[in-house]
């Protein structure tokens, strides 16, 4: 009896390990690519509409928390069994990684249908801005240091808003571009961590039904034939 509370309790804690082993693997690359996309953009966030960094800010958190919640299902299939718990737990993270990605979209859709030229107005203003505010002309040069970037579509801006020379430090990428491609590049990864959850949690739900079914037939046939 001792033994066999002995190996379920290594059984348990080899499943926590490898759990928190596979979490890291897989979810500490979006969550530090998600800190970096985060900083480069964090500087023009004061002078982007409020909707505008909403949207922007969600799918940046969204995106690693997709990828937390996929962890959540492979770890599952580490312990031996399928129970209603599980069951439940796998319904869950389908229903989450669905509301995820429908309100990711969603997102998406508004900020590049509704909020696309509302960003770009104000941004071109704050670059007319910089020339008597240093610190609007600080966050500007951060922001295309960090993103390699030049004005809002590119280094005419500057020259509209009165330099001679473009603060560009040679960098040629419109920064509004910049900005929207590490947008749905976060937004890709995010689809794509829901996605696998779902895929990887509705298995799960399927080789429960599944089982459940066979055994409910197995205990039936064995009934009959026992009445036979």
């Not at 800190?35 to 960094?53: C, M, N």
């Not at 808003?161 to 929207?180: E, K, M, N, Q, S």
């Amino acid at each position: 009896m001792d033994n066999m509370k002995l190996k379920n309790l290594c059984t348990v804690f080899g499943c926590v390990i490898i759990s928190i082993l596979f979490a890291l693997y897989v979810v500490w690359p979006p969550i530090y690519f998600t800190y970096v996309e985060t900083y480069k953009i964090s500087f023009l966030i004061p002078y982007i509409p409020q909707d505008g960094s909403a949207y922007i800010l969600v799918n940046y958190v969204t995106m690693p928390v997709s990828w937390v919640i996929f962890c959540a299902s492979p770890s599952l299939f580490l312990n031996s069994g399928l129970s209603v718990r599980k069951r439940s737990l796998f319904i869950a993270i389908t229903i989450c990684s669905c509301i995820l990605f429908v309100a990711t979209t969603t997102f998406t859709v508004l900020l590049y249908v509704l909020v696309y030229n509302r960003i770009e107005t104000q941004l071109i203003e704050s670059i007319r801005q910089t020339m008597n505010d240093n610190i609007v002309f600080t966050a500007w040069n951060e922001t295309q240091s960090a993103m390699q970037c030049c004005g809002v579509n590119g280094p005419a801006d500057w020259t509209s808003a009165g330099y001679l020379v473009p603060p560009c430090g040679g960098f040629r990428l419109p920064c509004l571009t910049a900005i929207f491609i590490s947008y749905f590049i976060i937004w890709g990864m995010s689809v794509l961590g829901q996605v696998a959850a779902v895929f990887v949690a509705a298995k799960g739900t399927f080789e429960f039904q599944f089982v459940e079914y066979a055994s409910d037939k197995f205990r039936r046939m064995k009934s009959s034939m026992h009445y036979s």
